[in-house]
């Protein structure tokens, strides 16, 4: 017997499709995208507007996608991390961050990752699995308060460009006019800079991009980022040029700040001079430590410097608050891996 397809993650084309298939009404596909999208149904049985007959056959052939967290941990600031099993059997974790009317939901786009950053516990996980668009999706729609989520940024698990078919879907499936109608503002996607599936997530979207910077100096940037080598920063920004940042959409640079190693005035001014002219903004980000890497975080006075001489030159730069550290659900500390083992 064939597995049963996943509704998330599916458009109202390919639902529309399928119902056809199946001999059903074409409207069906309609009622189905509002029941999933809007509504938010876990099951089948609870689309009322559809005869019985007709949701015992898509229970035959079809189930929604939906699954809970299998664990919910919460911070004292707030902040909730949650595990996630995927259709696979693997693992991956998704956090939501509360601020004062916000509530930005950090997703996960694959199980690991393969860019094996120096100082992400992603990375130092591995590249397992892509994830589907409806597993993206089910993290956005089955966390708790999953209903009050104003934003969303790809910066949890995995790196965005490298699954960017399923992350494209899963992004224009909660833009979408049948679905939860978001504007591409609330939507920002971070990257290392895979400049080929960069070039076309600029070309096809208008959602906000954040670069994972971290060292203005190459060489010194490869020795903690391997993607320096076959991805340039001097590539992306280049490429970045190219486009115009002076209205919908927003462009950041991320830079995580370590002890010693990247946190000197001299660093911020080679990063003045790697994106003068840019239209962009820059957070600066304090360094959670890691087990198996010997970087230590940046002083508070290192990186107040760092910022003040960032905005003397007349970048916006700000000091990104840490949140969720106690929960291992801050920046780069993500990891399924033990988990992983033990299942």
Same mark, same amino acid.
């Given at each position: 017997?064939?597995?049963? #397809?996943?509704?998330?993650?599916?458009?109202? =084309?390919?639902?529309?499709? +399928?119902?056809?298939?199946?001999?059903?009404?074409?409207?069906?596909? &309609? /009622?189905? =995208?509002?029941?999933?999208?809007?509504?938010?149904?876990?099951?089948?049985?609870?689309?009322?507007?559809?005869?019985?007959?007709?949701?015992?056959?898509?229970?035959?052939?079809?189930?929604?996608?939906?699954?809970?967290?299998?664990?919910? &941990?919460?911070?004292?600031? %707030?902040?909730?991390?949650?595990?996630?099993? *995927?259709?696979?059997?693997?693992?991956?974790?998704?956090?939501?961050?509360?601020?004062?009317?916000?509530?930005?939901?950090?997703?996960?786009? /694959?199980?690991?990752?393969?860019?094996?950053?120096? !100082?992400?516990?992603?990375? &130092? /996980?591995?590249? #397992?699995?892509?994830?589907? =668009? %409806?597993?993206?999706?089910?993290?956005?729609?089955?966390?708790?308060?999953?209903?009050?989520? *104003?934003?969303?940024? $790809?910066?949890?698990?995995?790196?965005?460009?490298?699954?960017?078919?399923?992350? &494209?879907?899963?992004?224009?499936?909660?833009?979408?006019?049948? %679905?939860?109608?978001?504007?591409?503002?609330?939507?920002?996607? +971070?990257?290392?800079?895979?400049?080929?599936?960069?070039?076309? $997530?600029?070309?096809?979207?208008?959602?906000?991009? =954040?670069? +994972?910077?971290?060292?203005?100096?190459?060489?010194?940037?490869?020795?903690?980022?391997?993607?320096?080598? +076959?991805?340039?920063?001097?590539?992306?920004?280049?490429?970045?040029?190219?486009?115009?940042?002076?209205? #919908?959409?927003?462009?950041?640079?991320?830079?995580?700040? $370590?002890?010693?190693?990247?946190?000197?005035?001299?660093?911020?001014?080679?990063?003045?001079?790697?994106?003068?002219?840019?239209?962009?903004?820059?957070?600066?980000?304090? !360094?959670?430590? @890691?087990?198996?890497?010997?970087?230590?975080?940046?002083?508070?006075?290192?990186?107040?410097?760092?910022?003040?001489?960032?905005?003397?030159?007349? !970048?916006?730069?700000?000091?990104?608050?840490?949140?969720?550290?106690? @929960?291992?659900?801050?920046? %780069?500390?993500?990891? *399924?891996?033990?988990?992983?083992?033990?299942?």
């Amino acid at each position: 017997m064939e597995s049963k #397809q996943y509704l998330l993650g599916m458009t109202l =084309a390919e639902i529309t499709e +399928s119902v056809l298939e199946l001999n059903l009404p074409k409207f069906t596909g &309609k /009622q189905i =995208a509002d029941w999933i999208y809007v509504k938010r149904v876990k099951s089948i049985d609870e689309m009322t507007n559809i005869s019985l007959k007709n949701r015992e056959i898509l229970s035959e052939n079809f189930d929604i996608g939906r699954s809970d967290p299998l664990d919910v &941990k919460t911070s004292v600031d %707030g902040t909730r991390k949650m595990l996630f099993r *995927t259709h696979n059997g693997k693992f991956i974790e998704t956090v939501t961050i509360p601020e004062d009317d916000r509530l930005t939901i950090c997703v996960s786009s /694959q199980v690991g990752c393969r860019m094996n950053c120096d !100082f992400c516990m992603t990375g &130092k /996980q591995g590249l #397992q699995d892509n994830l589907t =668009a %409806g597993e993206i999706l089910n993290q956005v729609y089955s966390v708790p308060d999953s209903e009050d989520i *104003t934003n969303l940024v $790809f910066m949890g698990m995995g790196e965005p460009l490298d699954n960017y078919k399923n992350v &494209k879907k899963a992004s224009e499936l909660l833009m979408a006019e049948y %679905g939860l109608a978001w504007s591409p503002k609330r939507i920002t996607l +971070s990257s290392i800079g895979l400049t080929s599936n960069l070039k076309r $997530f600029l070309d096809d979207s208008r959602c906000h991009l =954040a670069i +994972s910077l971290h060292n203005p100096i190459p060489e010194e940037r490869l020795s903690i980022m391997p993607i320096e080598k +076959s991805a340039p920063i001097t590539s992306v920004i280049d490429l970045l040029r190219d486009y115009d940042w002076s209205h #919908q959409r927003r462009l950041s640079f991320e830079y995580i700040m $370590f002890d010693g190693v990247n946190d000197s005035p001299l660093y911020a001014r080679e990063l003045a001079k790697l994106l003068n002219g840019l239209d962009c903004r820059i957070n600066l980000i304090r !360094f959670h430590v @890691i087990p198996m890497s010997k970087l230590r975080p940046s002083t508070d006075e290192n990186m107040i410097k760092f910022r003040d001489t960032l905005s003397s030159k007349g !970048f916006i730069c700000t000091i990104r608050a840490s949140r969720g550290e106690d @929960i291992f659900a801050a920046c %780069g500390m993500l990891s *399924t891996s033990k988990i992983g083992n033990k299942s």
